[in-house]
């Protein structure tokens, strides 16, 4: 038989859905590095984490991407998409594009993707325990409340919340995340 | 019942259970293709005269099989290493053994694992396979026989090997780390103390209970955690009463394995991340804090899976009491039947079975959880990955606080459970 007769067909790439995806995880890995550098919890929960940690957060096979780690001052920062030389400490791949949808599209919570196995985490897992909840946190300061209770299992309540962060904080991510400092 | 949207399942070991069940292990050797097994277990499993049984079951019934026991190592350590690993693997090599036989329980069953990865692989630095998936092919033959009835490592597809030289932990998992034969033999538990065989039987149920009320719950997990769960409230007091009771101790052999098919593709929640938190820092055993801590996990989610959690009350109490029991109060009642069952263990050890910490002693009358301790093992639960899984959230002071209770035993307050 002459496979060569027989093209190989590729799936269909779903520019929008990864797009979309794109833009989320940009928006995410920004928002990181914005909270941060506002938040004390975040600060802290960073400052424990290793020097050279750089977490991937991407989507099988093939992206899109989205890197955040600590730069040489220990800052935390986004490092774009593209892998530039340091290998990732912690890698966070979702398995699929369609996954990646239900997560960023919030009928799926981090943690019920995780027990569904559609999150693979190659790395420590005690930086990947930290990384959830950083993520949480960042849901919570981007998202109206409506939206976040879907995303994190358990929203903080307005008087567990000190209003002067939740306000102050949220104003000040958004802005750090758009502008990028 | 409620069907998760996506779930994955996956048990491929081969399970033989029975109370002659040892006398298989010739044909399973055959079926594998092996015909030199490497026996590995530990001391406490020798000195019980568990290995005499295994080999004798072994010469009993090879008549017309080629099986030659090609070494045995019986030094495994309960906190498994890396330089016991290559050691193994070194004999394993040198006597030219073609499979492995694991016999006693976690350690060992993480031994034998990490052994057959330097084998099968020829590796040289086992740290390469660490991590999910880094594992890609098949190893050699496995065939794992607990002899606890609690941990279900032999369903498991995770081994946890320490490098003591470097300070650190390294987890491996692949399903290609699953044994393919579990044999499930009473004899081989008939000598556990009645202390110990009560605790590794609440280990199973905490197994089996986190299977069927945690987040990664599915419906054939929930099958086998169900099973499981009416296999071990119906049967352990017996055998620690009356130890002799074989048939009690195939239920709840049988009772584990069913356990950790399920936790191993259900996985578990808060009730393991402070126990294995708890073990970490003041060496308590496994099941001692698995059995002080299911009450409280259970009472910390209520608000979240209730329901699940009602359901239990049927394998935990029989049809009687879950029927005679409105529907609303059947998850606070599970959890009374639990606390029951606690008790119950107590008396029947002469108090030595623990209710709550502060209860917890070493061999030499050594306090094992200070109070001063809570703070650390709450700080060290917040690394572990188990949380995850559980229903509700939990922060440090969350988890402070259920320590706490847990070490007086005080029942959760559970108005002040923070919900969001």
Known sequence: MDYNRYPEIQAGGKPFKKMYIAIMLWVVGRAMQAAARTDRELKEEFAALRDDFLLKLWVLPGGPAMLVGKDQKGRVKYFGWKESGEKPTLTMSVKNIEAAMLMFTFQESTTIATARERLVVDGDLPDACAVVRVLNTVETYLLPKVIAKLAVKRYPKWSQMNPFKKHLGRIAVYARTFIGV | MQLPGYYEFCS?????????????????????????????????????????????????????????IGATYDNVPPDSDITVVNEVAKLYKSKKCDSIIAVGGGSVLDTAKGVNIVVSENATDLMQYSGYGAIKRKLNPTIAIPTTSGTGSEMTLVAVIADHSKNIKMVFGSYFLLPDYAIIDSRMTKTLPASITAFTAMDALTHAVEAYTCLGKNPVSDAMAMSAIQLVTQNVVNVVKKPNDMDGRLALANASTMAGIAFSNSMVGMVHTLGHATGGVCHVPHGICMNILLPYGLEYNMHKTGNYIGELLYPLAGEEVYNSTPKKERPTKTVEQIRKLIQDLHDATGGRHPRWFKEVYDRDGNLMVSREKLPDIAKTAMSDASQFYNPEDLDYNDFLWVMENAWEGTPLNRKKVKKG
Do not use: C, W, Y
């Open chain 2, 12 to 68: 491929r070991v081969k399970m033989i259970a029975g109370h002659n069940a040892l006398e298989q292990i010739p044909e399973a050797l055959l079926a594998l293709k092996s015909e030199k097994p490497l026996i590995i277990t530990d001391k406490g499993v020798a000195a019980a005269g568990l290995i005499k049984q295994v080999t004798s079951a072994m010469n009993k019934s090879k008549k017309g099989t080629k099986v030659k």
